[in-house]
């Protein structure tokens, strides 16, 4: 017991000793080097506040650090945290003054990241020479020798990020709750590290692995190999997309990433949900997923999809395209393909592309075949394509019953949906709606149904068609050789209430044709080749039934 007492009262001496010894040293000795050292490795002007020893926590602490901004961006401070906290051997430096630094962390840093239209970051400077109106360095006593920044642990916990494009209007992105760690730091070596943060709109962004060498011409420039993780982030909310583009989903992503410094080549996999592709639109009722590969270019902003696979539930499509993020809206041009889609797997997507049906119908059974291309600004993209629909019903859909009007010349069947054999069209689209051309309908019951038209941004109808029905024949339809009607007619009203009007002139018309036809010819056929009865007859038929006379 004797031997123990003596000890605990050994080391009790020997730490009353230490303890001393801290007392009587002055860390704000060390501050004029560690700030010209700092402003040296960063090119930028370095403030640190109060320094104290702090036994307990085997260190040494500040009341804030300050890093200036590259003034070529702003004179606010790029940097300001509220506490630093400097990690050291502590033995070295009560014994001999010496500061060999191991752990550095910052709590609450609030930092603004600021880019040009070039692609430049206000980082992109940071480890260069001094900026003018950087402070001259600190005399060093002590000796800059007695100072060892190689640091086995940087973090930076609490932080609050801003993300700004200079000179554009858009919502900047907020990060909070930034937590960074990073080991065994090296500027000249790639070193491991850990990023993690959430949106200020919502959702977590997670990232792993190495970065290094540090470019010393541009830190933007550094290269990165990592894993990257979001998880349900509103692009609009967090400021990547601009409401006024109409495009909104929440996103889910994970896939790696891997830059040189100028080239960022990213794959992985991309979930959407409540997804919405047109500001008219209604989000999507299902997930929507993306496997894509991209190569993005960080000096022009602007990339290019390798790979896009499109996964609507079991309906796969593919995607490529290119795209430029420096304009404000950002440009696109992307290709669709999709062959053979189950036309289920397809609906719970149609109000997010504002595809609206007949109220009270749904599209049921069928695949659909689809290409088409986008371009241009994100919110007002143009373009085109084709679609083919096969073997597809429209449940809750009369067309019979719609086209009752017209069934008065041609006798078309009425029954409580549209069975559709066939539907092809060629088609474009603006922000101003759509122009169908060379439709082609095909009905079970009906027969085929051909025209042309637009669907305006609102969903109202104009189109210019005619039915080819099969009908025992009916006093006013023109008819054809195979005995069936050929009927001309106008749709009209809003894709939700079709109207189907009969185009009275145009029937006139192909039946004053049609009986000026066989009249004449059956007159001359009575009267004989050459006599120009028939003729004359033809001209009093088309007189009375409205047809002009020959001056």
Same mark, same amino acid.
């Given at each position: ?377 994100? +919110?007002?993209? *143009? $373009?085109? /394509? #084709?679609?083919?629909?096969?073997? @597809? ?5 009369? %067309?019979? !019953? ?121 007159? +001359?056929?009575? *009267? $004989?080749? /050459? #006599?120009?009865?028939?003729?004359? @007859? ?5 007189? %009375?039934? !409205? ?5």
């Amino acid at each position: 017991m004797r031997i123990i007492r003596n000890i605990a009262i050994a080391v009790a001496v020997l730490l009353l000793i230490v303890v001393g010894l801290v007392l009587l040293v002055d860390a704000n000795r060390f501050r004029p080097t560690l700030e010209s050292e700092l402003s040296k490795a960063l090119g930028r002007a370095v403030k640190i506040a109060d320094l104290k020893v702090s036994l307990l926590q085997g260190g040494v602490t500040a009341d804030g650090l300050f890093v200036a901004d590259d003034p070529t961006f702003s004179h606010d401070p790029f940097v300001a945290a509220k506490s630093l906290k400097i990690g050291v051997e502590l033995w070295p430096f009560v014994l001999s003054r010496k500061l060999n630094v191991t752990e550095i962390t910052v709590t609450e840093p609030q930092i603004t990241l600021l880019e040009t239209d070039t692609g430049t970051w206000n980082f992109s400077s940071l480890g260069g020479k001094p900026r003018p109106g950087a402070p001259p360095p600190a005399p060093k006593t002590p000796s800059a020798e007695d100072l060892n920044l190689s640091v086995k642990l940087i973090k930076i916990s609490v932080g609050h990020f801003t993300l700004r494009h200079v000179g554009h209007k858009a919502k900047p992105v907020v990060l909070e709750n930034v937590a960074v760690e990073v080991r065994d730091f090296s500027p000249g070596a790639a070193f491991p590290f850990s990023f993690a943060a959430n949106f200020g709109g919502g959702g977590a962004i997670k990232l792993d692995g190495t970065v290094g060498p540090i470019d010393p011409a541009d830190t933007a420039m550094t290269p990165v190999s990592a894993s990257l993780s979001l998880t349900q982030v509103d692009p609009v909310s967090a400021g990547f997309i601009d409401s006024s583009a109409g495009l909104a989903a929440v996103v889910s992503f994970n896939g790696k990433a891997q830059s040189n410094g100028r080239l960022v080549n990213m794959d992985g996999r991309l979930r959407l949900e409540k997804l919405r592709l047109v500001k008219t639109g209604t989000p999507a009722r299902r997930a929507f997923e993306l496997d894509f590969a991209v190569a993005h270019d960080l000096r022009k902003r602007s990339g290019t999809i390798r790979r896009g696979d499109l996964h609507f539930g079991a309906a796969v499509a593919s995607l490529t395209g290119d795209y430029a993020l420096a304009t404000e809206p950002p440009v696109v041009h992307v290709n669709f393909s999709g062959p053979n889609m189950p036309v289920p797997e397809l609906v719970e997507f149609l109000p997010a592309m504002d595809v609206v049906l007949p109220a009270g119908s749904s599209l049921q059974g069928g695949t659909l075949s689809a290409k088409l291309t986008a371009q241009g600004p994100a +919110d007002r993209l *143009a $373009g085109g /394509g #084709s679609i083919e629909l096969a073997n @597809a019903r429209l449940a809750g859909f009369n %067309l019979g !019953g719609k086209m009752a009007t017209i069934e008065k010349f041609a006798g078309i069947k009425a029954g409580p949906d549209t069975d559709i054999q066939t539907l092809n069209a060629q088609f474009t689209y603006s922000p101003e709606g759509q122009a169908i051309q060379d439709l082609l309908l095909v009905v079970e019951g009906i027969g085929q149904l051909t025209g042309a038209g637009t669907v305006s941004s609102s969903h109202a109808l104009d189109f210019k068609m005619r039915a080819t029905v099969h009908t025992s024949g009916a006093v006013m339809a023109v008819i054809g050789e195979r005995g069936e009607a050929s009927v001309p007619f106008f749709v009209k009203g809003t894709a939700s209430e079709p109207v189907f009007r009969p185009d009275v002139k145009e029937i006139v018309k192909e039946k004053v044709e049609t009986v000026e036809k066989f009249a004449g010819s059956a007159i +001359d056929k009575i *009267a $004989g080749e /050459g #006599s120009g009865i028939g003729k004359a @007859a033809t001209g009093l038929l088309k007189g %009375l039934l !409205g047809g002009k006379k020959k001056e």
